[in-house]
């Protein structure tokens, strides 16, 4: 698999955004969607319903999280984080589907509870950055959050970057509930890759969803806070876990724990200690860095024996 910089054309970008985006039945606020469920949340949108090739279903049981590492030999195995979110806003249905149809391996998202309980995908703990709204997320109902609607693209260095702002329908960018991200990836066979964000409450409900579906074996739980790490393998041994940005004090315990995994937090691959991925399988940990958003990032990655690899910015290509 090659991988290639997100440095498409403004003919290919377009391309993409037509090819991805009309999943949703087209690109403009007034384009159809699917009627809404019983309980008024917009479903995952049927792959025929614009005439593309359906999604082959995947015959049960679902290959581990483990077991796809073990089998990727075609290239890295590279999780979407956010979702694609240089063809859409981050954390949203759109960009959730995205990161799939460009058959990326894994999709992450971040996960916190509304004031009325209900699983929504948030990065930020404030709405503030994405949506203009100076609240925190977890003062608002499911209700209020799902009328919102991402105010400004993907920034760097100050500037807004283009990522399809204004090409999905207002359905496709409102904040997601937990379960239409897994329905994104059950349908497209894809690793859920969640990181609980916010009170460690956050953690129960997304394990009995995760087993609900029967994804604990598929899934993976990561959080900064090495207390959700804690309570996730206190309440399900099944599924991974994966801390972010661990420390070394850290690394028995996870290997204590099992089925466990994490990052350091070297910005420079060219800090990471020689012999430090060793170290870390030698534990049973697996492992992984910060973002590989370059083919020369990842390359490196692979070269230093990392398991997986996060990505804001680079795509496989056949």
Partial sequence: MRLRARGFSKVVLLATLVGVSC????????SPVVPATATGEPPVVPATATGEPPVVPVAAPRKTFLERLATK??????IAHRGC?????????????????????????????????ALVCVHDGTLKRMFGIDREVSSMSLEELRKLIPVKGKEKKGKTKVNGLESWPKEAMRIPTFAEYLDVCERYDKVPFIETKGDVAVVKPVLEEVRRRRLAQVAVLSAISFDHIREARR??????????????????ELAAMGNAGLSYNYKNLAEVPEGLVGRVHAKGVKMCLRAGDTPEAVAKMRELGLDYIPTNVTVPLD
């Fill in 73 to 78: 030999k075609d290239g890295p195995f590279l």
């Fill in 23 to 30: 999943c949703y039945g087209g690109t403009t606020d007034e």
């Fill in 85 to 117: 979110q240089s063809l859409a806003p981050e954390n949203t249905v759109a960009s959730f589907i995205c990161a799939a149809r460009l058959g990326l391996d894994a999709i992450e998202t971040d996960v916190r509870l509304s004031a009325d309980g």
């Fill in 235 to 252: 309440l399900d041994k099944e599924i991974f876990v994966h801390h972010i940005f661990s420390e070394p004090p850290l690394l028995d």
